[in-house]
């Protein structure tokens, strides 16, 4: 194993840290002519990539068809995402690497370790599990699992046989899993008895139970996780283990096309109703596949830790596709990371001897608040490469991290993406660089981005705008909104006409070749680096018979960045305390824990426009602080003054 030693230098006098010669020598990609050189031609590019990392069925007749806000990529190519995952690497004799280290939450639990060969063998039978329970290609198969490594066997098996998985992360709540069900029509549910949360064992079962009746679940298999006692419903429950008893440990990988859906992640909008993101199968595993190799530097003895949970779209990039296209080696971890002590994922570094480890700012700072002794008690010399995902980073956060966990050696990957664009699509390249703190990089290369003002005009100099992408787009973008044309041309393709997709994120340039991202334009939270849309937790509320009308806003927060806050005008009821737990438990109950309001102010009315809209930018720069602007725009410009009160507004 290559054993790191100082991996940057730096910081030159802009404050930027390089990679040093031994990080470019080892780096795939060291020449930042490749900008260039992709930005050229950057079909031509992808179709480099594509041809060179992927093994495909059929080759492609055409490489990209563009028709606004449409477009496909490797058209008419046929290919298999598990096949390029898990069968090709057996074929090449890899078959007894580890694929993935699986580290259980509890101490006296071992760690499993499942090579190639024990996916190819599993992810077979399991494919074969589907099929005999009348799975099809194109068929939807909804997955409700926590981090064990049957979520990973069930998302390759889907994509074995071409039926389109839905992961659900697992601490969503019933009524979360319910929508999520009834909107992708799946006839299958994968869930498990329990997991184990901070030593205790949450009953994953029961909500599961309460999120299918009356759906088109027609089958549910229950993996035995926990060993708890569950309700299993004669007829429509099944153990996991019982159906892989005995069950043909071969099932071919079908030929799917290029454009055929690989799966459906659901994600927040600005509306109460989560959005069905598309992915396909081609698009998506060329970028998941160079993606991983480039920003993460992945060699044959890497051993790679992505934090994030499977049921977000880092969790499905970066815990399954990326790294098992590329033939690696991934830890996956079920639990908390201060369990049973705050310094767990460090012992777990320093235990596997971890060289790339990839998580998010709230992460980082939580960990700084919980104090350096933490990780000062491990050898964390192993660390090569450090990530960071999800939400704008700060300096401080960026420091520590740099300095406590990557001990001054390690470069930091600040990569800037989103559930749409299926992978990274800005950041800089471990040996490239540069990396500046609180700076996401350059495009990657073959991708082309830009920040505009709002009619439209590219910004010059560091003025801020909002980012935008450009066609050719990235191959692994969205291919739409599961059943909702309309809102996909709303969301990504209005803003500026359907030639150019709209991330919602505002951003501005360093020295004009460099993004830092200012964070979400519309009403979307990102709470601990979660997405959460104000609509969701507002129509929760709104459930609330007593309650007349709500509007939820962010509220910046120490360590997870922000948090939402609720303001509540009650029907004829008078406020209380007990008013204010019963509807953070509806929030709970409706989208999950994560979703909690931090506050719930009762207020009398709410500022509105005159077509009646909620000012919640006004209430946004109420917390804050911030100057309100112009009120006398507003509908009834006297609920100001007590809403300043509410919130002790000092201007
Ligand atoms: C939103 C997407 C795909 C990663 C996990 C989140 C914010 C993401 C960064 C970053 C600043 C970031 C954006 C984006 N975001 N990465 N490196 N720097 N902001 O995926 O839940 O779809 O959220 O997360 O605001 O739009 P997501």
């Given at each position: 194993m290559v054993l790191a030693t100082k991996w940057v230098?730096?910081?030159?006098?802009?404050?930027?840290?390089?990679?040093?010669?031994e990080?470019?020598?080892?780096?795939?990609?060291?020449?930042?002519?490749?900008?260039?050189?992709?930005?050229?031609?950057?079909?031509?590019?992808?179709?480099?990539?594509?041809?060179?990392?992927?093994?495909?069925?059929?080759?492609?007749?055409?490489?990209?068809?563009?028709?606004?806000?449409?477009?496909?990529?490797?058209?008419?190519?046929?290919?298999?995402?598990?096949?390029?995952?898990?069968?090709?690497?057996?074929?090449?004799?890899?078959?007894?690497?580890?694929?993935?280290?699986?580290?259980?939450?509890?101490?006296?639990?071992?760690?499993?370790?499942?090579?190639?060969?024990?996916?190819?063998?599993?992810?077979?039978?399991?494919?074969?599990?589907?099929?005999?329970?009348?799975?099809?290609?194109?068929?939807?198969?909804?997955?409700?699992?926590?981090?064990?490594?049957?979520?990973?066997?069930?998302?390759?098996?889907?994509?074995?046989?071409?039926?389109?998985?839905?992961?659900?992360?697992?601490?969503?709540?019933?009524?979360?899993?319910?929508?999520?069900?009834?909107?992708?029509?799946?006839?299958?549910?994968?869930?498990?008895?329990?997991?184990?949360?901070?030593?205790?064992?949450?009953?994953?079962?029961?909500?599961?139970?309460?999120?299918?009746?009356?759906?088109?679940?027609?089958?549910?298999?229950?993996?035995?996780?926990?060993?708890?006692?569950?309700?299993?419903?004669?007829?429509?429950?099944?153990?996991?283990?019982?159906?892989?008893?005995?069950?043909?440990?071969?099932?071919?990988?079908?030929?799917?096309?290029?454009?055929?859906?690989?799966?459906?992640?659901?994600?927040?909008?600005?509306?109460?109703?989560?959005?069905?993101?598309?992915?396909?199968?081609?698009?998506?595993?060329?970028?998941?596949?160079?993606?991983?190799?480039?920003?993460?530097?992945?060699?044959?003895d890497d051993i790679?830790?992505?934090?994030?949970?499977?049921?977000?779209?880092?969790?499905?990039?970066?815990?399954?596709?990326?790294?098992?296209?590329?033939?690696?080696?991934?830890?996956?971890?079920?639990?908390?990371?201060?369990?049973?002590?705050?310094?767990?994922?460090w012992q777990i570094i320093e235990e596997n001897k971890v060289t790339v480890f990839?998580?998010?700012?709230?992460?980082?700072?939580?960990?700084?608040?919980?104090?350096?002794?933490?990780p000062a008690k491990h050898d964390l010399s192993s660390l090569r490469i450090l990530?960071?995902?999800?939400?704008?980073?700060?300096?401080?956060?960026?420091?520590?991290?740099?300095k406590h966990i990557g001990g001054s050696r390690c470069?930091?990957?600040?990569?800037?993406?989103?559930?749409?664009?299926?992978?990274?699509?800005?950041?800089?390249?471990?040996?490239?660089?540069?990396?500046?703190?609180?700076?996401?990089?350059?495009?990657?290369?073959?991708?082309?981005?830009?920040?505009?003002?709002?009619?439209?005009?590219?910004?010059?100099?560091?003025?801020?705008?909002?980012?935008?992408?450009?066609?050719?787009?990235?191959?692994?973008?969205?291919?739409?909104?599961?059943?909702?044309?309309?809102?996909?041309?709303?969301?990504?393709?209005?803003?500026?006409?359907?030639?150019?997709?709209?991330?919602?994120?505002?951003?501005?340039?360093?020295?004009?070749?460099?993004?830092?991202?200012?964070?979400?334009?519309?009403?979307?939270?990102?709470?601990?680096?979660?997405?959460?849309?104000?609509?969701?937790?507002?129509?929760?509320?709104?459930?609330?018979?007593?309650?007349?009308?709500?509007?939820?806003?962010?509220?910046?927060?120490?360590?997870?960045?922000?948090?939402?806050?609720?303001?509540?005008?009650?029907?004829?009821?008078?406020?209380?305390?007990?008013?204010?737990?019963?509807?953070?438990?509806?929030?709970?109950?409706?989208?999950?824990?994560?979703?909690?309001?931090?506050?719930?102010?009762?207020?009398?009315?709410?500022?509105?426009?005159?077509?009646?809209?909620?000012?919640?930018?006004?209430?946004?720069?109420?917390?804050?602080?911030?100057?309100?602007?112009?009120?006398?725009?507003?509908?009834?410009?006297?609920?100001?003054?007590?809403?300043?009160?509410?919130?002790?507004?000092?201007?």
């Amino acid at each position: 194993m290559v054993l790191a030693t100082k991996w940057v230098v730096g910081p030159d006098e802009k404050g930027y840290f390089w990679p040093n010669e031994e990080a470019k020598k080892h780096a795939w990609v060291n020449d930042p002519k490749i900008y260039e050189e992709a930005a050229k031609d950057p079909v031509a590019f992808w179709e480099k990539l594509a041809s060179e990392g992927i093994t495909w069925f059929k080759k492609w007749d055409k490489a990209y068809e563009w028709n606004p806000p449409y477009y496909k990529w490797f058209v008419g190519a046929k290919l298999n995402v598990c096949y390029n995952c898990v069968d090709r690497h057996v074929e090449a004799g890899k078959g007894d690497k580890p694929a993935i280290i699986w580290i259980p939450e509890p101490t006296d639990e071992p760690k499993r370790v499942l090579t190639y060969n024990d996916l190819y063998r599993e992810v077979q039978k399991f494919a074969n599990v589907l099929k005999n329970l009348g799975v099809k290609k194109g068929d939807r198969v909804a997955i409700y699992l926590p981090m064990i490594p049957e979520v990973q066997i069930a998302m390759l098996a889907c994509a074995r046989i071409g039926a389109v998985h839905s992961v659900v992360f697992s601490a969503f709540s019933a009524d979360s899993l319910r929508t999520r069900i009834e909107d992708s029509e799946a006839k299958i549910l994968i869930t498990a008895d329990g997991y184990y949360r901070r030593g205790k064992i949450i009953n994953l079962k029961q909500n599961a139970d309460k999120a299918v009746e009356n759906t088109t679940i027609e089958k549910v298999i229950v993996v035995k996780r926990a060993g708890i006692k569950v309700d299993m419903k004669e007829g429509r429950d099944l153990w996991w283990h019982e159906l892989m008893e005995n069950v043909s440990s071969s099932c071919e990988a079908e030929s799917m096309d290029s454009e055929d859906m690989l799966f459906l992640l659901y994600t927040s909008g600005t509306t109460g109703k989560p959005k069905g993101v598309v992915h396909t199968t081609g698009g998506y595993i060329v970028m998941a596949y160079w993606s991983s190799r480039w920003v993460f530097d992945l060699h044959e003895d890497d051993i790679f830790w992505c934090t994030a949970d499977i049921g977000w779209i880092t969790g499905h990039t970066y815990n399954c596709y990326g790294p098992l296209a590329n033939g690696a080696t991934l830890l996956f971890y079920e639990g908390a990371p201060d369990w049973p002590e705050k310094d767990r994922w460090w012992q777990i570094i320093e235990e596997n001897k971890v060289t790339v480890f990839y998580t998010a700012p709230t992460a980082i700072r939580m960990f700084a608040q919980w104090g350096e002794q933490w990780p000062a008690k491990h050898d964390l010399s192993s660390l090569r490469i450090l990530g960071t995902v999800g939400e704008p980073i700060d300096r401080d956060a960026w420091m520590w991290y740099f300095k406590h966990i990557g001990g001054s050696r390690c470069p930091i990957v600040d990569t800037w993406w989103q559930t749409e664009t299926g992978g990274t699509l800005i950041t800089s390249l471990p040996g490239i660089g540069p990396f500046i703190p609180t700076v996401a990089g350059r495009p990657f290369p073959g991708v082309t981005a830009d920040i505009l003002d709002s009619e439209g005009k590219p910004v010059g100099g560091d003025t801020g705008g909002y980012l935008v992408i450009k066609s050719p787009f990235p191959p692994s973008l969205l291919r739409g909104l599961y059943k909702d044309e309309e809102k996909y041309i709303e969301t990504y393709w209005k803003e500026y006409g359907k030639e150019i997709y709209f991330t919602n994120d505002g951003a501005r340039w360093i020295e004009g070749k460099y993004i830092r991202i200012t964070g979400r334009v519309d009403d979307v939270m990102n709470v601990a680096g979660h997405r959460l849309s104000s609509a969701e937790v507002e129509n929760a509320i709104d459930s609330d018979e007593r309650v007349s009308e709500c509007a939820v806003v962010p509220k910046p927060h120490a360590i997870k960045g922000e948090v939402p806050v609720a303001f509540v005008v009650l029907k004829n009821v008078e406020p209380s305390e007990q008013l204010k737990q019963e509807l953070i438990e509806l929030v709970k109950q409706h989208i999950g824990p994560t979703a909690k309001p931090e506050e719930i102010i009762f207020v009398k009315e709410l500022p509105k426009t005159r077509s009646g809209k909620i000012m919640r930018r006004m209430l946004k720069a109420l917390l804050k602080n911030e100057p309100l602007g112009d009120t006398t725009t507003l509908q009834n410009p006297e609920s100001i003054e007590h809403l300043k009160e509410a919130v002790g507004y000092k201007g």
